[in-house]
């Protein structure tokens, strides 16, 4: 995930016509952070992980 959003900084930062969209690289981000963020809420619902009843 940081990697991608680096490598968006540093083509918006370029401003190359030639080069792949930022928003190729923010969207893998979302993507990514999305497919762990569903890995996690499977975990919970399967029983996997068991969250915390107080988290404080």
Known sequence: MI??????MFI???????APRMSKYIGRRVLLSGLIVLILLIGIVTGFITPNPRPY
Not at 3 to 8: D, E, R, T, V
């Open 3 to 8: 990697f991608n959003l680096f490598k968006a």
């Open 12 to 18: 918006m930062n370029k401003n190359d016509p030639d």
